[in-house]
């Protein structure tokens, strides 16, 4: 796409409506992309907030249909808009909302987690979250409300979710828990009126917390399934909703038996390289071998969080420095990446988008779990290339660059998982090729991580499907889950207990990543055999980047035709 500017056309403007309407409906979608009028609000978790919302997404899809494109660009824009939000409606028309609860990203989760997306600078920002506090117990109930409802009908989480939710909860109802310690955050000039009123609605939100507690415990888990899966036609339908793609789920399972079987392979001819001259421990796996030869190079460790935060922030600079002008474009507004500790400390790395005006900049977050001091570089050195650049801030900074041909939607809202997450993965690869992970260690701590997607593909699909186990030991449950993943990753046994819960209570999402990347792969290897020698991988990225988010069917469709 040029850069010149693209005067708006009707398909523009119901995409604009659109994210006005969303913004309306829900205010933590108007903070994550910067709409100062949305910072103050919270939605309406109630049923009849989830049924206003299903009217707006009808009324929106019966204005794409009578709408006429101009051009491609409002091609992909009706394509991809109007089939989220058929998906979004198959979705309610088949009760996902009424058991809408799992441990990392549903309502229990986000109205917690939207404040730390706020602005925290001066006594302005502070009466805006003194006014957004106040709204936290309204919102609770709501989703109470809702998830009431789901009991009435008999559309149910599973219990270990509910299980594992109550206990998030009754952390943040504490009088040290979230609330309470953001507060006392607010800097000495806070008039004390307005300290005051913080520190009492802050008190409200984790009282609205307990009863969700309440709730769950009482009222929910009683009610609440045994089995973790959710079958066959739900999983259909959350799969085509991460990967906004459709894709044959038995041949996806015999893929990531054979993908995970390929890594296993690759990590152990690297970790013999890494080996070779090192003393042997007599461990029998080559690869725990390595691991534990690498933790103990003090040249490979971080000590503390302000080390971890200076790393991860030069490793980004570099990154953007040297790949700028030679692999990438990347504009100016982008080359500024904010690396930072999360203010949360419940393990995990991600990133969040610039605003739309680039106010706030991109940034990228590690929340460290107590007691946590020490890092290893050569794990997570291709993390900050995920979660950075060339990765989710190169895709997503992108896109909301390109504002000049791009809708509001189309820049900050559009996309799934599989094309952000499978981009990303697609980036971890791309920099080896790049001879950033030359070093053995460094790859390895890649491989680590890609092992750990593609058996998530062959978890959740076979979980969730009821299929056999891929070592003949008869189908699988989530007991199983546990001990399978944990033959898979080098973490700890919290950690694999907090991933297999997040993939039981969150179908579709997990093998995003590897099936997003299979995907990216497939349209790359496409596009070079039907361009050959006048293919250029350079404008491949640019030409698929310049899209901003889509699914990937869009995405397919929109680079092959």
């Known amino acids: 796409m040029s850069s010149s500017a693209r005067n708006p056309t009707d398909v523009d403007r119901i995409a604009e409506d659109w994210v006005d309407t969303l913004v309306e409906l829900d205010p933590t979608v108007g903070t994550y992309i910067g709409r100062a009028e949305a910072d103050a609000k919270l939605g309406d978790y ?85 006014t957004r506090l106040a709204a936290v117990p309204a919102a609770i109930d709501g989703y109470i409300e809702t998830l009431r409802l789901g009991i009435e009908r008999d559309i149910v989480p599973a219990k270990r979710q509910v299980r594992e939710v109550a206990a998030q909860a009754h952390k943040l109802e504490r009088d040290d828990g979230f609330f309470t310690e953001f507060v006392n955050g607010a800097p000495a000039d806070v008039p004390d009126a307005l300290r005051s009123d913080l520190a009492r609605r802050a008190s409200h939100a984790g009282a609205a917390y307990a009863r969700l507690a309440a709730f769950l415990e009482n009222e929910l888990l009683p009610a609440a399934g045994e089995a973790d899966a959710v079958g066959r036609d739900l999983y259909a339908l959350q799969s085509r909703r991460f990967l ?223 299929k056999q186990r891929p070592d003949g030991g008869g189908r699988w449950t989530g007991e199983y889950a546990l001990e399978f993943l944990g033959q898979n990753v080098n973490m700890n046994e919290g950690f694999v207990r907090f991933e297999v819960n997040r993939y039981l209570g969150w179908p579709g999402q997990a093998p995003s990543y590897k099936v997003g990347q299979r995907i990216w792969e497939q349209l790359r290897d496409e596009t070079a055999r039907r361009e050959g020698d006048a293919f250029s991988i350079r404008e491949f990225h640019r030409r698929a980047l310049d899209l901003g988010g889509v699914g990937l069917d869009t995405l397919r469709n929109a680079l092959l035709g």
């Open 46 to 130: 109630s049923p009849e907030g989830l049924e206003r919302r299903a009217e707006a997404m009808r009324d929106t899809i019966a204005r794409l249909d009578a709408a006429t494109p101009v051009d491609e660009i409002d091609g992909v824009t009706v394509a991809d808009l109007r089939s989220e939000l058929a998906l979004a409606l198959e979705a309610d028309e088949a009760g996902l909302p009424l058991r809408d609860l799992n441990v990392i990203a549903s309502p229990a989760q986000e109205i917690r987690e939207i404040f730390d997306l706020m602005a925290t600078a001066d006594v302005d920002d502070w009466a805006t979250i003194s």
């Open 244 to 466: 906004g793609a459709v894709i044959d789920l038995d041949e996806t399972y015999e893929w990531g038996i054979e993908e995970l079987e390929r890594m296993v392979a690759e990590q152990e001819s690297i970790a013999r390289e890494i080996l070779r001259g090192a003393p042997a421990t007599g461990a029998g796996d080559v690869v725990a071998e390595a691991i534990a030869f690498l933790d103990e190079d003090p040249a490979r460790k971080l000590h503390g969080t302000d080390a971890l935060q200076r790393w991860m922030q030069e490793t980004s600079d570099r990154a953007v420095a040297e790949l700028a002008g030679t692999q990438f474009d990347i504009p100016d507004e982008i080359r500024t990446l904010e690396c930072l500790i999360a203010p949360t400390q419940e393990g995990g790395i991600y990133y969040t988008g610039p605003s739309d005006d680039f106010t706030r900049p991109g940034r990228m977050w590690w929340s460290v779990p107590p007691g946590v001091t020490e890092f290893d570089t050569w794990r997570e050195l291709t993390t900050v290339y995920h979660e950075g650049v060339p990765g989710h801030h190169l895709q997503i900074g992108q896109a909301v660059v390109n504002r000049a041909k791009l809708n509001t939607w189309r820049r900050q809202l559009a996309g799934t998982s599989g094309h952000a997450e499978g981009w990303a993965l697609y980036a971890e690869r791309l920099m080896q090729g790049l001879g950033y992970l030359d070093d053995p260690a460094d790859r390895l701590g890649m491989l680590d991580g890609q092992r750990m997607r593609a058996a998530r593909v062959v978890l959740d699909i076979g979980v969730h499907l009821g």
